[in-house]
């Protein structure tokens, strides 16, 4: 069975400093790994995916992630927050052999001018 | 020109009634989803189907039909609306049923039952 957990509820920076949001993954075969960002009263946007290529994934918005299986961790960085990017946050998991989606319960950026 | 798009965007309704919720997506997608946010933002799978074909139908109450007459189409049909059913629903679709795939959602519906 996959499960995530988003190890911060609420990430809170200032303009232009980096951001980090943390995720642990629990997968029994070789999962895929996503970070969708959801703004307020809007839909879920893909913001990258990791799908067994290369562990270090860029993504749209300046945001990337690094794949590390030793640690079972998918954390998300950006090096510059900025106001635009105040929104809620989900690591997504899915396996090989499933292909639904596995929700973390989702980390709220707020970013201070 | 919307990819996946969702109607209404808001309902509001008493307890008791049925309401249904349509969803089209433009994408030439193979695959469907709905998923249910509740009120502390966690997102859950309900269902799925793949070339109008019903493939993931986890445990949610049988109030609760989906439709899909087409490929680009996928409607949620809600029977004697709930308290609980308060949520914001979101349909999503992807190209194929396979892990991995990146899965397109639309804006949502917020559902407000009284």
Known sequence: AQSVTQLDSHVSVSEGTPVLLRCNYSSSYSPSLFWYVQHPNKGLQLLLKYTSAATLVKGINGFEAEFKKSETSFHLTKPSAHMSDAAEYFCVVSETNDYKLSFGAGTTVTVRA | ?114
């Not at chain 2, 969702?6 to 709905?34: A, R």
Request: charged share 20%; aromatic share 10%.
């Open chain 2, 1 to 114: 020109d919307t990819a996946v798009s969702q109607t209404p965007k808001y309902l509001v309704t008493q307890m008791g009634n049925d309401k249904s919720i349509k969803c089209e997506q433009n994408l030439g997608h193979d695959t469907m989803y709905w998923y249910k946010q509740d009120s502390k933002k966690f997102l859950k799978i309900m269902f799925s189907y793949n070339n109008k074909e019903l493939i993931i139908n986890e445990t949610v109450p049988n109030r609760f039909s989906p439709k899909s007459p087409d490929k680009a189409h996928l409607n949620l049909h809600i029977n004697s609306l709930e308290l609980g059913d308060s949520a914001v629903y979101f349909c999503a679709s992807s190209p194929l049923a396979g892990a991995g795939e990146t899965q397109y959602f639309g804006p949502g519906t917020r559902l407000l039952v009284l």
